[in-house]
């Protein structure tokens, strides 16, 4: 927005500028007294006086790696570390620190100790500098006693030095560093790797845990075969909801948004949950109801869920009869059909996850999945429960091209393409089948084709059933459904 490398030289030359000046103001002070009549000398010292003070016209703000209180890092020194390695490639730069952990899925990128970043916010230069102070210099340039060598040595210093025109001091502390902490936090977010926590269990003790794994699904919007105009809404109203954060202070709800995605098999409703997760670099956690016994044990996992996250409980009507549970109880009160320690109810479930829970953290989103919307719980389709119901459908011509394009990486016309999309408007195909014909070959011809077998077989079957006669009730019909 700000930055730009074609701007990168002013900042540059303009801090050159004042450090051959000064260089320059020294050699003049040397020569001066040397050789020039005292008299003069003074006039000229003021006047290079006028010039040091020019400079003095700096801010510099210092910002060290631990806070204030000693105790506990400074915030701002992390961010400015993460925000510097997006800008470390500059002409003035000649060393770098560079290193990498298993876990880090790419170079971590630092400064090396003394060198200078050149930076440009809004038509203001600002220079930063990263520096360490040693030891040894921190305690000879304390009380200087003999004493201070004895006790423990000092930690290093690290500290960043930001200098800058003092006339930009408020732009700087109210635009600047709130731009740089934003940047900082979107780089880390793009490099964290996401986890997908699901549930382990020590039934031995009873506990059921959080097992975390990294999340490496694929899946994107950009992958995601759907009609673009409901992919752009989903996408649109991710963004307000991580935006609404005092929104939803002010109103005086919990930040959540729930979503029930309904629709057949293989139609990317999982799919599209991986992708949500992607593009906002949220965690999932997959809770498996059907693993639960207790709400004693879903409250305590829900709980040890963190901030920024989506919670997922995928087939709500399947995974545990709790729904309809309380026609099933007998006339004790009990469920007749199961041992009598599963207490888990889906009145628990929902008043949890509306209520206290959610009320506990930031930014939660919570995705139910079915595949049979009318055996759902009235209670979960209530108004106000779910924010958005999302169809999942069968695929659509104009879905289709998004799975071809990224499948075999064809963006053309094709002359298969006609019949293909005429078909397309008769016979259901899930994105998932689809899929799979187009993973058979890599050549486009016969991959289409295999997809134009599919649709036809799917039509013949359409056919075929439009001509079984239903014989009348009592004779062997012999009918295939
Ligand atoms: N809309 C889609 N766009 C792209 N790929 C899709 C889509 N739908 C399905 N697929 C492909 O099919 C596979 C299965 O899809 P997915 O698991 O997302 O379906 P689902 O709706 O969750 O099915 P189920 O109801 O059985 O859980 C995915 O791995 C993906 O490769
Ligand atoms: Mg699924």
Not at 172 to 195: C, F, G, H
Not at 333 to 340: I, L, S, V
Request: charge should be negative; proline fraction near 4%; hydrophobic fraction near 40%.
């Amino acid at each position: 927005m700000y930055f730009s490398q074609a701007q990168m030289p002013t900042a540059t030359s303009l801090f050159s500028a004042y450090a051959s000046l000064s260089a320059l103001a020294m050699l003049l002070r040397s020569i001066l007294h040397d050789f020039i009549p005292n008299p003069i000398r003074n006039y000229i010292f003021s006047l290079l006086q006028r010039l040091f003070n020019h400079r003095s016209n700096t801010l510099t703000l210092v910002i060290e790696e631990v806070n204030s209180t000693g105790i506990g890092r400074n915030q701002v020194y992390d961010s400015a570390e993460v925000y510097l390695s997006t800008k470390v490639i500059t002409p003035s730069t000649e060393r770098l620190k560079i290193s990498k952990s298993p876990k880090d899925k790419s170079l971590t990128i630092r400064l090396e100790k003394g060198e200078e970043i050149d930076d440009l916010f809004d038509n203001i230069p600002l220079r930063w500098r990263f520096l360490c102070m040693e030891p040894e210099k921190q305690r000879s340039s304390s009380s200087g006693n003999d004493d201070d060598l004895l006790s423990s040595p000092a930690p290093v210093t690290r500290y960043f030095e930001l200098t800058f025109d003092k006339k930009f001091k408020d732009k700087v502390i109210n635009s600047y560093m709130p731009y740089m902490l934003a940047k900082s936090k979107s780089v880390i977010d793009k490099e964290r790797t996401l986890k997908l926590c699901t549930l382990g269990s020590r039934f031995s003790c009873g506990n059921v845990y959080w097992d975390t794994i990294n999340l490496e699904h694929p899946s994107t919007f950009e992958t995601l075969a759907m009609d673009t105009e409901a992919k752009t809404a989903i996408m649109e109203d991710l963004d307000r909801f991580v935006k609404r954060r005092e929104f939803y202070r002010r109103v005086g709800r919990a930040w959540k948004r729930g979503y029930l995605l309904h629709g057949p098999p293989g139609t990317g409703k999982s799919s599209l949950i991986a992708a949500m997760a992607n593009y906002l670099r949220f965690d999932i956690y997959d809770l498996q109801l059907g693993n639960l016994i207790k709400d004693s044990d879903l409250r305590r996992l829900l709980l040890a869920t963190a901030n920024r996250s989506v919670l997922v409980i995928e087939d709500i009507d399947c995974t545990i009869d709790i729904q309809n549970r309380r026609k099933n109880l007998n006339e004790n009160g009990q469920f007749p059909n199961k041992p009598p320690e599963v207490q888990l109810t889906l009145s628990g479930l929902l008043n949890f996850i509306d209520g206290l829970w959610s009320s506990c953290g930031d930014e939660r989103i919570i995705v139910f999945t079915t595949n049979h919307m009318e055996k759902l719980d009235p209670a979960l389709l209530r108004p106000g429960r779910m924010d958005m119901h999302i169809h999942m459908s069968y695929l659509t011509f104009q879905s289709f091209k998004i799975l071809v394009s990224n499948y075999l990486e064809f963006e053309g016309q094709h002359p298969l393409f006609d019949e293909i999309k005429g078909l397309f408007e008769i016979v259901e195909v899930t994105p998932a089948q689809v899929a799979e014909e187009l993973m058979r070959s890599e050549d486009v011809d016969e991959a289409l084709e295999g997809v134009l077998k599919l649709l036809k077989t799917k039509k013949e079957m359409i056919d075929n059933k439009d001509e079984i006669v239903v014989l009348p009730e009592g004779l062997d019909d012999g009918v295939i459904d």
